[in-house]
């Protein structure tokens, strides 16, 4: 029998990073099946809703198990500060620092170029964002 979820349902992976809060996007280690920050080369998995910050010490932690949302539901991420200005509709990526979005422009150059760029979507933001905003929602997408 095969155990269905639901597209918005979270899942549980033990994170390799310290999250300090929640919105990171995440990317899937398939070696170990645990999930770490996403860079701009990862394909993004999910993003967390819980950090993995100790109750006791208020300490985010490695190797801590967390709530993942998959690709494909709505959720408030984490922005590159000092990224181009985002508006409603542009397609975001993991940019230059883990975890964290920017603007995306998709490249067209050739067919492999766009499937690489494609992998790399995040979502499309469902709001705008200017340069120093901290977060903003975008409605996950995935491949």
């Keep these: 029998m095969t155990i269905q979820r ?17 919105g990171y996007v995440l990317a899937l280690d398939t070696s170990t099946g645990h999930v770490k920050k996403a860079t701009s080369s990862d394909v993004p998995f ?10 006791i010490t208020n300490e985010a932690e490695t190797d801590v198990e ?14 590159k500060k000092e990224a181009s200005a985002i508006s ?17 422009t998709i490249d067209t150059t050739d067919a492999g170029t766009l499937l690489d760029s494609l992998k790399k979507i995040v979502g499309i933001a469902l709001e705008d964002a200017a340069a120093d905003e901290d977060t903003v929602l975008v409605r996950l997408v995935g491949i």
């Design 88 to 104: 409603a509709g542009d397609y975001v990526a993991v940019g230059s620092e883990a975890g964290k979005v920017a603007k995306m």
């Design 6 to 22: 639901l597209p918005h349902e979270p899942l549980y992976a033990v994170c390799d990073d310290a999250l300090d809060d929640t």
């Design 46 to 55: 999910g993003v967390n809703i819980v950090s993995t910050k100790n109750p």
């Design 66 to 79: 967390v709530s993942v949302v998959p690709v494909r539901s709505g959720y408030i991420v984490k922005v």
